[in-house]
Every structure is written in structure tokens, then in C-alpha cells.
């Protein structure tokens, strides 16, 4: 019997349902009428995971995150049956990261207490904004009271390592209203915050209905973004991703994974993974997702499969590490891909770099806040593409 | 006049555009049989698909029906379709000139338009008998009646009891043929003369070589006999002679005076048939040319560029192909610093620029950027030469100008009485002179102008459609030059000219088209990383500015559960949109957003 190997993983467990649809999300969630898929719904996520046994002996998973939609929309019972679950069928770390989100208004201090001992060590709670009118453009069903109670709560209930989200580029948002959220959010001293710009999604009834907010424009966002870094810096939130803060310590390691290029298996409809060098997704359906397992017919849930061959690797990695403030190392880029960074993409980062958006020393390169915020268009322009829409080296 | 002669009449339709004038020669062609029905097709003569969706008529296209008339006798009617758009005034004119008669068509709910009188205009001046036709009398709205009398009153010819029809439903039909035949006089000209034969079109066939159509005024040509032309001498051997069948060419072995007919002599180019020459024999031919001969001179010049650099020897051969079938197409390649290697093109008008673009984009499948249209500039230097200007960008600097001059037209504007002052209006802000103003009837004017033709090919039917709610109609003429005081205006990009996007104007409008443009290419350029400062400019003097700026924020917040594929997908797309764009000095735009800049549909 071969040596058993203890492989770094992370484990994504998607839970599809909210009570309310927020008005910008495009992400695939929904609200049953029928809450006997709960149990059906748990059953093949359960039964899916199982069915990693062999693939996963070797495999030692070091930080679970269960996202949706809403875990805490679950019943209990249901949801401490998955959290079991996840526990029973791989072997977490000893020191793993387990996160779950949560929404205020959805968990009680009972239910909280449940979840932190039946593992659940870090929580993700959305807040996103405390002012009401902008709660309300979003579609958001709680209050800034809601997140008061849930977040006291959840330190009560024994939770050490706390995210709060918040958003900026809300309808009818301001400086100084945002301004306000991020005082509040860093007087309950989480651990972490994330920030994000809000995205307008086609299909969205935001979105379908924008002509009837008044949005902050461009420079507004990007006023709102620098002052956050700055104000949240101050209060010892260190930025280390575009959209991430954190105390020292206290970075989220299955999200730095993402960004890592690491292996990180996902489960449920709609769920991403990276698994031997394989893209994949699942289709965005409970029902379709619940028959396959049952049936074990696999292949008709897969919905994205991409091998990633090394020269995508590459451009991901530029792609990907060029979000975290700790930007690219040249040593580190020169072992994995036998390139000089700076040799290869130097004539094209000048006039980025001339530019204040780009910061190149000490053998990294990594964007400004400034570079950040339009990271898309600087990437768009460095990285190539061939005709099959693959990175090009 | 031989037995031969009294049986034929030579006849072309003229009308406004959408009166009806095509619908009315499919009923024709129907009512004599000279097409099976199954073979019948909507607006048979119209045979390019762009003609067929807009429904006019582009090229001259002629066919010979078959009509037994009431008196028991076979007619051979020769129909001459005619180009129903001011750019094409001059074939229209040569058309005319090949018949003896013209049915004028007049919309039953419309009246009298421009086009209709300055139609009317031309076959009276070419002596031909007119009889009138009232179209669309199965609409509600048809009122016989007043139309007729209208004719009567303003183009002066008797009207009462003309054939009133449907063109549509094919009522009446009957009575437009007995109109043809007993109205309209036979061909005179004598089969024995020295040959004299009018061109009135030609078309390049891939087979054929070109093909000439043309009316034989004096004479009789036969295969194999030797041809010359009279404008340039050139001379050809003739293969085949024939008649126009609506379905194609049929061959005969002669064509004599008042046939109409198709000559094809192994041809390679159509610039070598130019629309009025006259075709004789090279030897013991006729001793001068018929009247009326003119070359057709482009008015309105354009830029054309492929939207993909690497296009541009498929957009030469695409222009080769069609000035094959067009002589009056013209183009010589330039280089735009902007828009790197094109062709400056120049065009009879603003329809037949349209017609071109659309056929190469559609026929050719090419993506194209045209710059905005431009006239003919004369301009006196100090040094007492006397250059004309087709690219606003070549335009001479003040200091070396003594004189500039503009072409004018001269222009009827036909509208309901309601919008009169509106167009005035118009009129007098596009530095119009105003003439006189007559009245067709208590309900609308004739109104006539001279106009600077760059103020014409500036969105002025647009502008002159919207004052009226698309009830006024315009045609003019070339009425020469004038002196003008006219100037460059030069827009810059974060410092730098943009040739493609230079204007000649009037001193009076530019600081109007300045403040436009600028506002446009504020609004169309997408924000990039710099500030962009636009700029107008005359010479070295900044009348108008603006300021795209900087590019804040590109950015995707988040990557939801680790979905990576997504953010490839888009980064790759915004690649793709990238590599599209045009760099205009330092500053990258989409060809759409150059377009969007230059267009000329809105008053705004």
C-alpha cells in the first residue's frame, strides 16, 4: 500500500437557497416553496462527497467554506447534518479553517452555538450597508440592528474569527454614508472585511431597473475605494486582495487559495473546482444536481471542464496573483514557470508602472490601489489570448 | 417613317420616389404577358437586392414588352426604367432622351412632389410627350380629382381623363397601355443614315464583357460590323446585338433607327461607354455626336477604410469590381494617419455614397470607416495657381489662401404650407439664398434656393425630413461655384490632429460643428487610463473643448467561489475589443465609436 500522502485542499460546499433574492445577485440561489428539498438537497451533497473517498485519501483539506445563497436559510438540523457530513467524509486538518456565511435575521444565538461546536469556526456575515435606503436598493430583507444582534451573537456563541461584507457603488451612496458604514463595521472589531464593488448584472432586477436609481458615478467609487484602504489601514485591516482586509493573521485562507492557484474541490449546483489540473463547474440546478447524484449519472451535471495545460497556468497565475497586494514574486515566478517575469512582460508594465499603477521593486511586482481598481484593463492588456480563448504564453 | 417604326413606342416612367413607378412596370410587364406569371417577381426590373429592399431604383434598366393593342395590331413598347434620385439627374436626362414619351406617375394621395417636377422638367426638355397616370387610387385617401387638376395647374399639361390605376392591384392597367400606344408618338430616324446610336447604359457582364444598351437614333448595326465611340475614339468589334426580354438579353440580327437594344463588343471596361455617348460605325460613320453628352463628375467625396487594417487589398478589389458596373464611381488610395490605408472615393451624391458602402459591406462582406462626406473646394493660391481640394485634411493653410470657392446647387423644396417657416428657417442657417416661393396649391409650396453643397451632404434631409415630418422633398442641381469664406477646422486627441476627423466649413459654422463634434467624441470615446483632452481648432486658434476622463475603475470585486473561468472569460473578451480599436494619435477608439462621431442622422 502506497504511502498516504497529506495534500492541501479546500472544500466549497454551496447552499443554493436564500429566503429573498437580493436585487443584484446573479449568483445561482433561489427561494423553494417546497422545503422538503432541504433534506433531498443535504442527502446528495452528502452522498456526493463520499463518493471522493478514494480521490481523496491522499488528500488532507485544510480550510471548508460553505457559501450560497444562505447556509443559515437550512434548518438546523439540516445544516449541522452537512457540517457532520463534510467532517465525516474528508479528513480535515487539525487546524482547519471551516467558514460558513451567514445573513443577519437568519441565526439565533442557539443555532450559532450548534454550528461553532459542531466545527464551523469562522463566519462570514453579510452586512453590507447601514443605511437603510441602500439596504433597501439592494433588496437586503435585514437592518443594521439585525447585524448588531447577529454579530454579538455569533462572539457569544464562541466565534473568534469573524467577516463582515460590505458594499460600495450602491444607489443613492455617498462618501460620507460609506463613510459611516466602515465605522460601523470596524466599532464591532470582526476580523476580517471584505468590500465589494457593487457589479450591475444583466438579468438582475437591479440591473433591469437601473434607470431608476441614481448611481455613484465612476470617480465617486473610486473616491469611496481609496478612502476605505486608507480608513481601514488605520484601524488595522491590512489589504491584502483587492476586495480583502484583514487583521494580521487572520487572512482567509480558502479564498487565498483562489487567488493561489491551489486545489480546491466545490460541491453543489453551480460550484467551482480545481482539481488535478482540471477546471470544472457543476450546472446551476438543484434538481438536475439531486437526480445525477441519485443516479449516478455525473457526467450531466458537469457543465465547464477545462484541462489547464501549463501555459494556461501561467496566465492564471499573473491573472490571479496580480489581485493580492503582495503582487508577483520574480524568484517565485522564475521556479514555477522558467521565466523572468520582468524580462517577459517589462516593456509592456513600463508605462503602468510610469503611471503610478503598478509598484515593480525588490523583485515583485504588484498593483497600486489606483492599478486595482482598473486591474482589468491593465490585465486585459498585458496577458494574450489565442483563438481558442486560452491564455497564450 | 417605315412600317417597323410606326409599330414601336419608346417610353420611360418618371416619378417621385414611392409613387409607385416599379410596382407600375411589373403591371406592365404582367398585363402584356411578356413574362410567365411564376416567373414574376415583385419589382422585376429592380434586380440588386438593395434596390429591392428600398425599394428605388439605382441603375437605368430597360425591357421590350409585347402588346397586341384594341386595333387588332402588335406593339413593340420599349420601356426605359429610370434611377428615381437626384444623384442620378444626369441618367435620368440621357434615359429620357432615348424615348419619345413618358408616363409622368403621380401618388393619388400625395400630389405633385420635387421629384416629380424636376422630372417632369427634364422630359419636357428633352421634347418628350408626357402623359400623366395617377397611381394608388385603391388607397383611402386617392383623390383623383385633386390630383389631376394639380398636374394641370403646375406642370401644365391636360390631365383630365388620364388612366387613373392601382399599380398594386392592376386595376386600369389596360388604359396605360392604349395611353402608350395612341399618345405617345413612334420613333422617327432614318435606317439608312450613318449610325447613331445613344448610350444610355451599360453593365459589365462576366461572360459578355460589358453590355451597352443604347437607342438607335439614326442607322442599322449588325453583328461582326466595327463600332467607335465618339467621346474617345475607341473602337471595338461587334459580337452580338439584341433586345431587352424582362428575363435577359435576346439576339437579333439587327437593330435599327427607333429600336432600343443591347450592343456587346468583347468590352472590358464600362468608362469605355460612358452614359450619352453615341456609338457609330468606324467607317462612313456619322459626322458628329448626338447633343447632350456629359461626363459624369463625382460631387461628394469620402474616405473608406477597412475597419481591419489587413483588409485593404480586399476592399481594392472590391472597389475594382464595382466601378466595373459604375463609371461614375471614382478612387485613388490615400493614407489617414488615423485610419492608416484607404481609398478617397468620390461619389454622383449622398445615395449613391450610401449605395456603395452598403454593397461592399454586403456584397463584400468588409467592415468599413468612412470618414464624413466632402465637396470639391477650389482654392486661388497666393501664387496664382488654382487647386481643388477633395480631403479636408489636404486643404491649403490660410496664409497660402488668395480665394477659396464652394460648389452651390440649385434647390426646389416641395412641402405642405404647415412648415414652411421651419424650412426657411433651415434654409437661411445653412447660408441658403433665398429665390421665390411658389404655390402648387392652397396647401403647398414650391420653394427654390441655392444652397452650398456641403452644407446639402451635411444631414440636411434629415434635418429637412424631421422640420416636416418627412412630408417636404428636395431636388437640385450643380449651379457652380462661388467664393467662400471658408475655413479648416481640425479636431486633437491629447494634443494630436486626427486627419480622418477634419472639416472644411464656413468661418460662420464652425464654432456650431466644432462644439458638436467635440461633444460627440467626448461621449463616444471610451475613458482610458490618461485624461484625453479634445480639441477643436482653426489654425492655431482652440474654439471649442472638452475632456474625456481618466479611467477609474475596471475591475472585477469578486470571484465568487472560485470561479476563475468567468473572470478569463471576460478578461479575454475586453482582449478582443481591444485589439479592434484604432489608435488615433495616443488615444484608442472602437470603429464604431469613429462612426458614431461622424454620423449625420441627428440635428441634435
Given at each position: 500500500?502506497?504511502?498516504?500522502?497529506?495534500?492541501?485542499?479546500?472544500?466549497?460546499?454551496?447552499?443554493?437557497?436564500?429566503?429573498?433574492k437580493?436585487?443584484?445577485?446573479?449568483?445561482?440561489?433561489?427561494?423553494?416553496?417546497d422545503?422538503?428539498?432541504?433534506?433531498?438537497?443535504?442527502?446528495?451533497?452528502?452522498?456526493?462527497?463520499?463518493?471522493?473517498?478514494?480521490?481523496?485519501?491522499d488528500?488532507?483539506?485544510?480550510?471548508?467554506?460553505?457559501?450560497?445563497?444562505?447556509?443559515t436559510?437550512?434548518?438546523?438540523e439540516?445544516?449541522?447534518?452537512?457540517?457532520?457530513?463534510?467532517?465525516?467524509s474528508?479528513?480535515?486538518?487539525?487546524?482547519?479553517?471551516?467558514?460558513?456565511?451567514?445573513?443577519?435575521?437568519?441565526?439565533?444565538?442557539?443555532?450559532?452555538?450548534?454550528?461553532?461546536r459542531?466545527?464551523?469556526?469562522?463566519?462570514?456575515?453579510?452586512?453590507?450597508?447601514?443605511?437603510?435606503?441602500?439596504?433597501?436598493?439592494?433588496?437586503?430583507?435585514?437592518?443594521?440592528?439585525?447585524?448588531?444582534?447577529?454579530?454579538?451573537?455569533?462572539?457569544?456563541?464562541?466565534?473568534?474569527?469573524?467577516?463582515?461584507?460590505?458594499?460600495?457603488?450602491?444607489?443613492?451612496?455617498?462618501?460620507?454614508?460609506?463613510?459611516?458604514?466602515?465605522?460601523?463595521a470596524?466599532?464591532?472589531?470582526?476580523?476580517?472585511?471584505?468590500?465589494?464593488?457593487?457589479?450591475?448584472?444583466?438579468?438582475?432586477?437591479?440591473?433591469?431597473?437601473?434607470?431608476?436609481?441614481?448611481?455613484?458615478?465612476?470617480?465617486?467609487?473610486?473616491?469611496?475605494?481609496?478612502?476605505?484602504i486608507?480608513?481601514?489601514?488605520?484601524?488595522?485591516y491590512?489589504?491584502?486582495?483587492?476586495?480583502n482586509?484583514?487583521?494580521?493573521?487572520?487572512?482567509?485562507?480558502?479564498?487565498?487559495?483562489?487567488?493561489?492557484?491551489?486545489?480546491?474541490?466545490?460541491?453543489?449546483?453551480?460550484?467551482?473546482?480545481?482539481?488535478?489540473?482540471?477546471?470544472?463547474?457543476?450546472?446551476?440546478?438543484?434538481?438536475?444536481?439531486?437526480?445525477?447524484?441519485?443516479?449516478?449519472?455525473?457526467?450531466?451535471?458537469?457543465?465547464?471542464?477545462?484541462?489547464?495545460?501549463?501555459?494556461e497556468?501561467?496566465?492564471?497565475y499573473?491573472?490571479?496573483?496580480?489581485?493580492?497586494?503582495?503582487?508577483?514574486?520574480?524568484?517565485?515566478?522564475?521556479?514555477?514557470?522558467?521565466?523572468?517575469?520582468?524580462m517577459?512582460?517589462g516593456?509592456?508594465?513600463?508605462?503602468?508602472?510610469?503611471?503610478?499603477?503598478?509598484?515593480?521593486?525588490?523583485?515583485s511586482?504588484?498593483?497600486?490601489?489606483?492599478?486595482?481598481?482598473?486591474?482589468?484593463?491593465?490585465?486585459?492588456?498585458?496577458?494574450?489570448?489565442?483563438?481558442?480563448?486560452?491564455?497564450?504564453? | 417613317?417605315?412600317?417597323?417604326?410606326?409599330?414601336?413606342?419608346?417610353?420611360?416612367?418618371?416619378?417621385?420616389?414611392?409613387?409607385?413607378?416599379?410596382?407600375?412596370?411589373?403591371?406592365?410587364?404582367?398585363?402584356?404577358?411578356?413574362v410567365?406569371?411564376?416567373?414574376m417577381?415583385?419589382?422585376?426590373?429592380?434586380?440588386?437586392?438593395?434596390?429591392?429592399?428600398?425599394?428605388?431604383?439605382?441603375?437605368a434598366?430597360?425591357?421590350?414588352?409585347?402588346?397586341k393593342?384594341?386595333?387588332?395590331?402588335?406593339?413593340?413598347?420599349?420601356?426605359?426604367?429610370?434611377?428615381?434620385?437626384?444623384?442620378?439627374?444626369?441618367?435620368?436626362?440621357?434615359?429620357?432622351?432615348?424615348?419619345?414619351?413618358?408616363?409622368?406617375?403621380?401618388?393619388?394621395?400625395?400630389?405633385?412632389?420635387?421629384?416629380?417636377?424636376?422630372?417632369?422638367?427634364?422630359?419636357?426638355?428633352a421634347?418628350?410627350?408626357?402623359?400623366?397616370?395617377?397611381?394608388?387610387?385603391?388607397?383611402?385617401?386617392?383623390?383623383?380629382?385633386?390630383?389631376?387638376?394639380?398636374i394641370?395647374?403646375?406642370?401644365?399639361i391636360?390631365?383630365?381623363g388620364?388612366?387613373?390605376?392601382?399599380?398594386?392591384?392592376?386595376?386600369?392597367?389596360?388604359?396605360v397601355?392604349?395611353?402608350?400606344?395612341n399618345?405617345?408618338?413612334?420613333?422617327?430616324?432614318?435606317?439608312?443614315?450613318?449610325?447613331?446610336?445613344?448610350?444610355?447604359?451599360?453593365?459589365?457582364?462576366?461572360?459578355?464583357?460589358?453590355?451597352?444598351?443604347?437607342?438607335?437614333?439614326?442607322?442599322?448595326?449588325?453583328?461582326?460590323?466595327?463600332?467607335?465611340?465618339?467621346?474617345?475614339?475607341?473602337?471595338f468589334?461587334?459580337?452580338?446585338?439584341?433586345?431587352?426580354?424582362?428575363?435577359?438579353?435576346?439576339?437579333?440580327?439587327f437593330?435599327?433607327?427607333?429600336?432600343?437594344?443591347?450592343?456587346?463588343?468583347?468590352?472590358?471596361?464600362?468608362?469605355?461607354?460612358?452614359?450619352?455617348?453615341t456609338?457609330?460605325?468606324?467607317?462612313?460613320?456619322?459626322?458628329?455626336?448626338?447633343?447632350?453628352?456629359?461626363?459624369?463628375?463625382?460631387?461628394?467625396?469620402?474616405?473608406?477604410?477597412?475597419?481591419?487594417?489587413?483588409?485593404y487589398?480586399?476592399?481594392?478589389?472590391?472597389?475594382?469590381?464595382?466601378?466595373?458596373?459604375?463609371?461614375?464611381?471614382?478612387?485613388?488610395?490615400?493614407?489617414?494617419?488615423?485610419?492608416?490605408?484607404?481609398?478617397?472615393?468620390?461619389f454622383?451624391?449622398l445615395?449613391?455614397?450610401?449605395?456603395?458602402?452598403?454593397?461592399?459591406?454586403?456584397?463584400?462582406?468588409?467592415?468599413?470607416?468612412?470618414?464624413?462626406?466632402?465637396?470639391?473646394?477650389?482654392?486661388?493660391?497666393?501664387?496664382?495657381?488654382?487647386v481643388?481640394?477633395?480631403?479636408?485634411?489636404?486643404?491649403?493653410?490660410?496664409?497660402?489662401?488668395?480665394?477659396?470657392?464652394?460648389?452651390?446647387?440649385s434647390?426646389?423644396?416641395?412641402?405642405?404650407?404647415?412648415?414652411?417657416?421651419g424650412?426657411?428657417?433651415l434654409?437661411?442657417?445653412?447660408?441658403?439664398?433665398?429665390?421665390?416661393?411658389?404655390?402648387?396649391?392652397?396647401?403647398?409650396?414650391?420653394?427654390?434656393?441655392?444652397?452650398?453643397?456641403?452644407?446639402?451632404?451635411?444631414?440636411?434631409?434629415?434635418?429637412?425630413?424631421?422640420?416636416?415630418?418627412?412630408?417636404?422633398?428636395?431636388?437640385?442641381?450643380?449651379?457652380?461655384?462661388?467664393?467662400?469664406?471658408?475655413?479648416?477646422?481640425?479636431?486633437?486627441?491629447?494634443?494630436d490632429?486626427?486627419?480622418?476627423?477634419t472639416?472644411i466649413?464656413?468661418?460662420?459654422?464652425?464654432?456650431?460643428?466644432?462644439?458638436?463634434?467635440?461633444?460627440?467624441?467626448?461621449?463616444?470615446?471610451?475613458?482610458?487610463?490618461?485624461?484625453?483632452?479634445?480639441?477643436?481648432?482653426?489654425?492655431?486658434?482652440?474654439?471649442?473643448?472638452?475632456?474625456?476622463?481618466?479611467?477609474?475603475?475596471?475591475?472585477?470585486?469578486?470571484?465568487?467561489?472560485?470561479?476563475?473561468?468567468?473572470?478569463?472569460?471576460?478578461?479575454?473578451?475586453?482582449?478582443?475589443?481591444?485589439?479592434?480599436?484604432?489608435?488615433?494619435?495616443t488615444?484608442?477608439?472602437?470603429?464604431?465609436?469613429?462612426?458614431?462621431?461622424?454620423?449625420?442622422?441627428?440635428?441634435?
Amino acid at each position: 500500500m502506497a504511502q498516504r500522502q497529506n495534500k492541501r485542499l479546500g472544500i466549497y460546499v454551496h447552499v443554493p437557497f436564500c429566503r429573498h433574492k437580493c436585487s443584484y445577485c446573479d449568483f445561482y440561489s433561489y427561494c423553494p416553496r417546497d422545503t422538503r428539498v432541504y433534506t433531498a438537497y443535504v442527502d446528495a451533497l452528502l452522498s456526493h462527497m463520499k463518493s471522493y473517498k478514494t480521490v481523496g485519501a491522499d488528500y488532507m483539506p485544510d480550510t471548508v467554506y460553505i457559501g450560497g445563497g444562505t447556509p443559515t436559510v437550512l434548518p438546523p438540523e439540516e445544516l449541522l447534518r452537512l457540517i457532520r457530513g463534510i467532517k465525516s467524509s474528508f479528513r480535515l486538518s487539525k487546524n482547519v479553517e471551516f467558514s460558513m456565511e451567514c445573513n443577519p435575521a437568519t441565526a439565533g444565538y442557539e443555532e450559532l452555538r450548534r454550528y461553532r461546536r459542531a466545527g464551523v469556526n469562522r463566519l462570514s456575515i453579510g452586512l453590507q450597508s447601514v443605511n437603510a435606503i441602500e439596504l433597501s436598493a439592494l433588496g437586503r430583507i435585514h437592518s443594521a440592528r439585525d447585524f448588531g444582534v447577529c454579530f454579538r451573537e455569533a462572539r457569544r456563541a464562541g466565534f473568534d474569527n469573524i467577516n463582515v461584507d460590505l458594499m460600495f457603488g450602491i444607489p443613492y451612496q455617498t462618501l460620507d454614508s460609506w463613510a459611516a458604514t466602515l465605522k460601523f463595521a470596524v466599532s464591532r472589531s470582526p476580523e476580517h472585511i471584505s468590500l465589494y464593488d457593487l457589479k450591475l448584472e444583466p438579468g438582475t432586477p437591479l440591473c433591469d431597473n437601473a434607470s431608476a436609481y441614481v448611481f455613484p458615478d465612476e470617480d465617486a467609487e473610486y473616491a469611496m475605494y481609496t478612502f476605505a484602504i486608507e480608513f481601514l489601514e488605520r484601524a488595522g485591516y491590512r489589504q491584502y486582495e483587492i476586495s480583502n482586509f484583514a487583521r494580521q493573521g487572520k487572512e482567509c485562507r480558502h479564498n487565498l487559495k483562489y487567488w493561489h492557484c491551489e486545489e480546491y474541490l466545490g460541491f453543489g449546483p453551480s460550484a467551482h473546482s480545481y482539481f488535478t489540473d482540471v477546471r470544472f463547474s457543476f450546472k446551476p440546478s438543484v434538481s438536475n444536481y439531486i437526480k445525477c447524484i441519485g443516479g449516478r449519472t455525473k457526467d450531466e451535471m458537469t457543465d465547464e471542464y477545462e484541462e489547464i495545460p501549463m501555459r494556461e497556468r501561467l496566465g492564471e497565475y499573473i491573472m490571479l496573483r496580480m489581485r493580492l497586494t503582495e503582487g508577483i514574486d520574480s524568484r517565485e515566478f522564475m521556479r514555477t514557470f522558467g521565466k523572468d517575469f520582468g524580462m517577459t512582460y517589462g516593456s509592456k508594465l513600463k508605462k503602468y508602472i510610469d503611471g503610478g499603477y503598478i509598484v515593480g521593486s525588490g523583485g515583485s511586482y504588484r498593483f497600486t490601489p489606483a492599478g486595482m481598481f482598473v486591474s482589468n484593463y491593465i490585465l486585459s492588456d498585458i496577458l494574450e489570448f489565442d483563438a481558442d480563448g486560452h491564455f497564450a504564453m | 417613317m417605315t412600317e417597323r417604326q410606326k409599330k414601336i413606342r419608346n417610353f420611360s416612367i418618371i416619378a417621385h420616389i414611392d409613387h409607385g413607378k416599379s410596382t407600375l412596370a411589373d403591371r406592365l410587364i404582367e398585363a402584356t404577358h411578356s413574362v410567365e406569371s411564376r416567373e414574376m417577381e415583385d419589382q422585376i426590373l429592380d434586380d440588386m437586392d438593395l434596390e429591392r429592399e428600398r425599394g428605388i431604383t439605382i441603375k437605368a434598366r430597360a425591357v421590350r414588352l409585347a402588346y397586341k393593342a384594341a386595333d387588332g395590331e402588335e406593339y413593340t413598347l420599349n420601356l426605359i426604367d429610370t434611377p428615381g434620385h437626384v444623384d442620378f439627374n444626369y441618367e435620368v436626362s440621357r434615359s429620357l432622351c432615348a424615348c419619345e414619351g413618358a408616363l409622368l406617375v403621380v401618388d393619388a394621395t400625395q400630389g405633385i412632389e420635387a421629384q416629380t417636377l424636376a422630372n417632369a422638367y427634364l422630359a419636357v426638355d428633352a421634347d418628350l410627350e408626357l402623359v400623366p397616370v395617377v397611381n394608388k387610387i385603391d388607397l383611402p385617401s386617392a383623390d383623383v380629382g385633386r390630383v389631376r387638376e394639380e398636374i394641370e395647374d403646375v406642370i401644365g399639361i391636360p390631365a383630365e381623363g388620364c388612366p387613373a390605376v392601382s399599380a398594386k392591384t392592376g386595376q386600369n392597367i389596360g388604359d396605360v397601355l392604349d395611353a402608350i400606344v395612341n399618345d405617345i408618338p413612334a420613333p422617327k430616324g432614318d435606317e439608312n443614315a450613318p449610325l447613331s446610336c445613344l448610350i444610355f447604359d451599360s453593365y459589365y457582364n462576366s461572360y459578355l464583357g460589358v453590355v451597352v444598351y443604347v437607342r438607335v437614333m439614326d442607322g442599322t448595326l449588325r453583328a461582326g460590323e466595327r463600332i467607335k465611340m465618339m467621346s474617345n475614339g475607341m473602337e471595338f468589334d461587334v459580337v452580338e446585338v439584341g433586345y431587352m426580354h424582362p428575363l435577359g438579353l435576346r439576339r437579333t440580327d439587327f437593330i435599327a433607327a427607333g429600336d432600343v437594344g443591347y450592343i456587346t463588343a468583347s468590352i472590358k471596361n464600362v468608362s469605355d461607354t460612358k452614359i450619352g455617348d453615341t456609338v457609330t460605325h468606324a467607317e462612313g460613320g456619322a459626322e458628329s455626336p448626338l447633343p447632350g453628352f456629359k461626363e459624369a463628375l463625382p460631387m461628394v467625396f469620402a474616405g473608406i477604410y477597412p475597419a481591419d487594417g489587413a483588409k485593404y487589398n480586399d476592399l481594392r478589389d472590391a472597389l475594382e469590381k464595382l466601378r466595373l458596373n459604375d463609371a461614375a464611381l471614382s478612387f485613388a488610395p490615400e493614407t489617414s494617419v488615423a485610419l492608416g490605408f484607404g481609398f478617397r472615393c468620390g461619389f454622383l451624391g449622398l445615395l449613391h455614397m450610401e449605395v456603395i458602402e452598403e454593397r461592399l459591406e454586403r456584397e463584400f462582406n468588409l467592415d468599413l470607416i468612412t470618414t464624413a462626406p466632402s465637396v470639391i473646394y477650389e482654392v486661388d493660391l497666393r501664387g496664382g495657381e488654382r487647386v481643388r481640394v477633395d480631403n479636408p485634411s489636404n486643404y491649403p493653410p490660410p496664409d497660402e489662401i488668395e480665394r477659396a470657392y464652394e460648389p452651390m446647387v440649385s434647390a426646389s423644396i416641395i412641402t405642405p404650407t404647415d412648415y414652411i417657416g421651419g424650412i426657411m428657417e433651415l434654409c437661411t442657417d445653412r447660408r441658403g439664398i433665398f429665390h421665390d416661393m411658389k404655390y402648387i396649391d392652397t396647401q403647398r409650396v414650391e420653394l427654390h434656393y441655392t444652397l452650398p453643397l456641403n452644407e446639402i451632404i451635411y444631414d440636411f434631409f434629415d434635418a429637412l425630413k424631421s422640420r416636416s415630418r418627412g412630408y417636404a422633398s428636395l431636388d437640385y442641381e450643380p449651379a457652380g461655384y462661388v467664393e467662400s469664406k471658408l475655413c479648416k477646422l481640425d479636431f486633437l486627441l491629447n494634443g494630436d490632429i486626427v486627419d480622418a476627423l477634419t472639416f472644411i466649413v464656413h468661418e460662420d459654422k464652425a464654432y456650431g460643428r466644432a462644439r458638436k463634434i467635440a461633444l460627440r467624441l467626448k461621449d463616444n470615446i471610451p475613458r482610458q487610463l490618461f485624461e484625453i483632452p479634445i480639441q477643436a481648432a482653426v489654425g492655431s486658434r482652440i474654439i471649442a473643448r472638452e475632456t474625456v476622463k481618466a479611467l477609474r475603475k475596471d475591475v472585477l470585486a469578486k470571484c465568487y467561489g472560485g470561479d476563475i473561468t468567468r473572470k478569463k472569460k471576460l478578461l479575454e473578451k475586453q482582449k478582443e475589443g481591444k485589439k479592434k480599436m484604432r489608435k488615433l494619435g495616443t488615444v484608442e477608439v472602437s470603429p464604431e465609436a469613429f462612426m458614431a462621431v461622424l454620423r449625420l442622422d441627428d440635428e441634435s
